[in-house]
């Protein structure tokens, strides 16, 4: 398949889509053919991996919502069970203490540092 040379003064590229989604899926398109190298393939070739790619990232999104909240939730179990010895304790009860503990801790490291866990005026 043979083109034409572009005529003298002409840039042999396409001109770039309006500003706009176009030109973002444009800008795209361009990045990710320089970085694997496709403007080089067919146009045959290039729609062989933009569809491999779709097909491969369609399933990995489909997988990860449909197997991970479940997978999830078993690791929880699993965790709780090793951790606390019982595979219903409430994890989010038990994460919300930590967490409520960790902030309390902290406070009162910023009173302590001002001077004020004691009863103390700060002065400037």
């Given at each position: 398949m043979s083109s034409q040379p572009p005529p003298p003064g002409q840039p042999s590229y396409p001109?770039?889509?309006?500003?706009?989604?176009?030109?973002?899926?444009w800008r795209w398109s361009v990045i990710f053919e320089s970085t694997f190298?496709?403007?080089?393939?067919?146009?045959?070739?290039?729609g062989l991996i933009w569809s491999t790619l779709i097909i491969i990232t369609t399933l990995f999104w489909l997988s990860v919502f449909t197997y991970y909240p479940g997978h999830l939730a078993y690791l929880s179990r699993r965790f709780a069970y090793y951790v606390f010895e019982?595979?219903?304790?409430?994890?989010?009860?038990?994460?919300?203490?930590?967490l409520r503990d960790q902030i309390r801790q902290c406070l009162d490291g910023v009173r302590g540092l001002f001077g004020m866990a004691a009863g103390g005026r700060v002065e400037l």
């Open positions: 001109h770039p889509p309006p500003p706009g989604f176009k030109r973002t899926l190298a496709l403007s080089m393939m067919q146009p045959w070739e290039k019982d595979e219903n304790a409430d994890l989010r009860a038990i994460f919300r203490e930590w």
